[in-house]
């Protein structure tokens, strides 16, 4: 017997508690958790819990966190101590990106040290790194879905690209930079190093791709192994940084900038934005097709949430899109309820927190709890 067959058999649907780690969508999940009658826990780390147990706690008929497991370190998690509480309480996990980075992108670990069910595919969460093989790369190539070029090497840069290096002081989080030549790659390379903004090490592993012109849209889904259906919950935009506060600058002042600012793509949130109709069904033959290459390459494939970050892109002959970044989780946009796709499959908006949840209670009414959990 397995340990997830044996957490299985040892959880009661009735008493179920939905779970996350306190950061990115924690509150979404909760929320949606509580609307259809389960409790909720939020795990944090010591000092970063008020959100949660204070704020956002649920009494007097308000909030909806109902517990906070607070760890000396988010890595504790990994522990039997904290994994044992999640398991007292019937705990189902839902995991969000922060969940990765704050164990360290440990993913041997999430996939197998972590002993509580997981709402979702937890073998999908590796390919956000790309560094990984197979990764959402090949993901993408196996599901015919465009992605920009990618380069090997600076010396074949012959147009411009976006290169992504891992940050010296914060490793989860990307440093960017532009450049249109091999020559400007290397300046602007040693530049960021002569400051400390990443090494020379996490250069050599730095992605290197064709910088894609157009708007950012992103493709919120959910896939229900239960029916077979795939949906689109809404569409955002992300807000970052000073990439946005550059795009309010005049032209002539841009170069400037980007000489005295090194670029940020940092996440500071996300505005609902919407799509022509026209271009709904690629929209979702590219879902469609994503949904059915991950279950060739990491079965049991997509259960749930997962986003396509994308960049829509002119005709002739027709606006398309390029997928610049792929999401194998929930995504970190609560208002894209605030879009209407979701209403116009329910007749009312769906947040992807509150569609978890009614994926849990069908799958505990039919039986079926262990198509949802890895």
Known sequence: MTWLEEALGALDPERLTVATLGSHSALEVCRGAKAHGFGTVVVTQRGRDRTYSHHFAARDGLGCVDEVIALARFRDLLGREAQNRLRERHAVFVPHRSFEVYLDSDY?????????????????????????????????DEADIRHPRLFASPDQIDRPVLVKVLEAERGFERAFFIARSPDEFDRVAAERMDAGVFSAEALA?????????????????????????????????RRQTNAAGLATLPGFLHQDALAAT?????????????????????????????VEAAARLYPPGVI????????????PPKKSFVVVDVSPRVPGSPGIAATPYSTYLYGRPVPVGDRIAMELRSAIDSGRLQEVLT
């Open 262 to 290: 090194p670029l940020k793509y940092e996440e500071a949130g996300h505005v609902a934005v919407t799509v022509l109709e026209s271009m709904l069904e690629m929209i979702f033959e590219a879902g469609e097709r994503f």
């Open 304 to 315: 749930g949430p997962f986003a396509l970050q994308s960049i829509v892109t002119p005709g």
């Open 205 to 237: 592993r730095a992605t290197i791709e064709e910088f894609i012109l157009g708007a950012l849209v992103n493709f919120n889904y959910f896939y229900s192994p239960l029916t077979g259906r795939l949906e689109l919950l809404g569409t955002d935009a």
């Open 108 to 140: 041997d670990a999430i996939e197998h040290a972590f002993r509580v069910p997981m709402f979702g595919n937890r073998f999908l969460l590796r390919i956000e790194e790309r560094e990984m093989v197979p990764n959402q790369y090949d993901l993408l």
